[in-house]
């Protein structure tokens, strides 16, 4: 029974293979309930971390807590901890955790667990515009928890595969193409699919790290204490009180909503005696400038879809998912955009977890083709002008197809001579890249690299000296980049002249 997982920034979702069908994994509750979902949040008790089922009781139970903790690695290092109570966390070991919880739910505490078998072979996705890093540590974490990962794709293009499984008949010759619009509690990605004779291409993508359906609870719960008069709470468990009451507030409306009541709990004797109302329309208005956001961000893709549809004459569909889509204002403002061409996903916070699921069954996916194609700009900043000047090389390029699974790396090579006794590597992503060349939008910078190229020098002692130019010609060095199937970037830096090197994973 192959698995299909969404690591979700609020929510985790597995989606089962079964003879054709892809049904949702439910979990048991502490209550009896079963919930379609596992929820992502860390807790710590006693001095250790407790993840999913349990950390959700913890927190009620007042233990401290980290939700949304995806949307940390999107700018945190390997090196750097995560804080959690009186618990520092490494961000792999972190996710590790989470993953062996999940592991361990799935086979005690699932719906599935009496058919389960071991090993768990899953497909799993990750955003749109993750970066090396943070792919590299969500497959790594998947592996130390005891899954086994047949693939690794973006959630758009997940999402795609669910598309052309279910919308079939919208597909032709003529309408090859979808969009689809991915809205999770966290992130916002898109990316334009072509989609022809088991062929999926990803022609362009984008998207937004940072925003999500955390950002609407947030902006219900400013709204919330700017009519009581109350200020947010310093409490951090005040906080994860309120922000989860109106979470729980903002799932539950629909379009027939005509107000929202909240009470507040989590001021406990701050509370306000009486509830408090806001009307859904002035939540709408509040929050859709989150949604124009979404619509700001997709402009790359309209013009890619415009060429498109002057060549095809029309696309198959815009194709709505991810949890946060559910807010009636969400698909509202995106149909006012693009009209009756918008198709909302009947399953949108599991679409991606269904697409992988498909796409980790053979006997769907035999003859499918996925290219998937770099989010971000790619490369390192180098000294030009003997040291007046810096310049970004772009080693891999935003639209850059990947390597498929099965095939050898995608790979980029530089050769020059060293100028200085230790190369200072400064790696960085980036959504843009301006006229002049330089990195723009979200940047990620890498861990910096140290690397000896002075013949007297040795690893682990190089932070410590100054970088000096060298008196005559340096040795002759090799970077050799490559990059898999995942979207997991590593460089091997050669002297070749001494025949040494080393290999790091970026």
Known sequence: ??????????????????????????????????????????????????????????????????????????????????????????????????????????????????????????????????????????????????????????????????????????????????????????????????????????????????????????????????????????????????????????????????????????????????????????????????????????EPLILALREEETKSGDIAGIYMVGGATGLPVVPRVVKERFGRRVHRSPHPAAATAMGCAILASSEETHGLVLSERFSRHFGVFREADQGKACIFDPVFSKGTPMPSGGTTPLTATRRYRAAHNVGHFRFVESAYVDDQGDPTGDLTPHAEILFPFAADLQPGTLHALPIDRLAGEGPLIEERYEVDAAGVIAVTITNLDRGQGARFVL
Not at 18 to 31: A, E, H, K, L, S
Not at 82 to 108: M, N, Q
Not at 140 to 149: C, E, I, K, L, Y
Not at 162 to 168: C, G, P, S
Request: glycine content about 8%; proline content about 4%.
């Open 1 to 298: 029974m192959e698995l299909g997982i969404d690591l979700g920034t609020t929510r985790t979702i597995v989606a089962v293979h079964d003879r054709g069908n892809y049904p949702i994994v439910g979990f048991t509750q502490m209550d009896g309930d079963l919930v379609e979902h596992y929820p992502t949040i860390t807790a710590e008790v006693g001095g250790k971390l407790v993840h999913g089922l349990d950390a959700e009781v913890a927190e009620r139970e007042g233990a401290p807590s980290l939700r949304s903790w995806k949307r940390l690695l999107a700018h945190t290092r390997q090196d750097e901890k995560i804080r959690i109570g009186t618990v520092e966390v490494a961000p792999l070991d972190l996710v590790t955790g989470f993953l062996e919880s999940l592991r361990r739910d799935l086979l005690e505490r699932s719906n599935v667990a009496k058919v389960l078998e071991e090993p768990l072979e899953t497909v799993i996705s990750v955003p749109a515009n993750a970066h090396s890093t943070q792919r590299f540590v969500t497959l790594d974490a998947f592996r130390r928890a005891g899954f086994t990962v047949r693939a690794v794709i973006n959630e758009p293009s997940a999402a795609g595969i669910e598309y052309a499984h279910r919308h079939k008949n919208t597909l032709s010759s003529k309408r090859e193409h979808v969009l689809v619009y991915d809205l999770g509690g966290g992130t916002f990605d898109a990316a334009l699919v072509y989609i022809a004779a088991g062929h999926h291409d990803i022609a362009a993508t984008t998207g937004v790290a940072q925003l999500g359906g955390d950002d609407f609870d947030a902006q219900l719960c400013a709204m919330a204490l700017e009519k009581a008069n109350k200020t947010f709470p310093l409490s951090p468990q005040a906080k994860a009180d309120l922000l989860r009451e109106c979470r729980a507030a903002k799932e539950s409306i629909h379009p027939n909503t005509k107000r929202v009541v909240l009470d507040l709990e989590g001021l406990g004797d701050e509370a306000p005696s009486e509830a408090i109302v806001i009307p859904v329309a002035e939540f709408y208005e509040r929050t859709r400038p989150l949604v124009l956001q979404t619509l700001d961000a997709l």
